[in-house]
């Protein structure tokens, strides 16, 4: 689960962003090597492919649905938030590194964090604080991954740019993940504001871990 935010616009910055989404793919279908290492690699391929640097705040987590816990890297990206169930509790992801094509040498430390059934963890811009994301969590606790980004985009879309992703842990859900899912079912376009696009992904592990379901919807250019 990867997002961040580029500097730059246009044509320049849509190239970057090419290189990182085939970068991460290729790192995401090799062996593992860990969050920092992934993190680390990728910053000193930008740094040597684009000179002209653009600064890249990135945050890069790697969801463990059997041992139940999340390891991450933030690198100066906006501190997404891991909100526990029932919006009891929130943990602020802070800053573990640099900002990408800032440093070619960037130090990255990765941390980890239980991830268990009923947690969501929400990473979104700026223009959506922290306290609304906890209400708006808290308020909803039975809401799927999509719902749930569906609300903030809606909250957020006054601005020309927002962003969501929501993981969320579902508990006991491995025989609903059919095509009947009731996931699939309440999902709607109709939930997420007509500026959206939205795409939805649930991922089954073996029992008795629980899968996770993750929304990811952008709006704006």
Same mark, same amino acid.
């Not at 970057?16 to 090799?30: E, N």
């Given at each position: ?35 920092? *290492? #992934?993190? &680390? ?6 740094? =040597? /492919? ?9 945050? $890069? ?74 209400? *708006? #969590?808290? &308020? ?6 999509? =719902? /749930? ?9 006054? $601005? ?62």
């Amino acid at each position: 689960m990867t997002t961040g935010n580029l500097s730059g616009k246009d044509i320049p910055a849509a190239i970057v962003i090419s290189g990182v989404q085939s970068a991460l793919r290729a790192f995401a279908r090799g062996p593992a090597i860990g969050a920092a *290492t #992934v993190v &680390r690699e990728l910053n000193r391929m930008l740094c =040597d /492919l684009y000179p002209e640097r653009m600064q890249l705040s990135l945050f $890069h987590c790697e969801i463990d649905c059997l041992k139940e816990q999340i390891t991450w890297v933030n690198a100066g990206h906006h501190c997404p938030l891991l909100i526990r169930i029932g919006g009891a509790a929130s943990l602020r992801l802070a800053n573990t590194g640099d900002a990408l094509c800032v440093k070619q040498r960037g130090s990255y430390e990765q941390r980890t964090a239980p991830f268990h059934p009923g947690d969501t963890l929400v990473a979104a811009s700026a223009s959506l604080s922290a306290e609304l994301i906890v209400e *708006t #969590v808290r &308020r909803y606790p039975y809401d799927s991954s999509p =719902d /749930l980004a569906g609300r903030l985009l809606g909250y957020g879309a006054i $601005h020309e740019e927002c962003t969501a992703v929501v993981a969320r842990s579902i508990e006991g859900a491995a025989s609903r993940t059919s095509t009947s899912s009731p996931w699939g079912a309440r999902f709607r376009h109709d939930t997420v504001p007509p500026h959206a696009s939205t795409q939805l992904l649930t991922m089954a592990s073996p029992s008795p871990a629980p899968p996770v379901s993750r929304c990811l919807a952008n709006s704006g250019r």
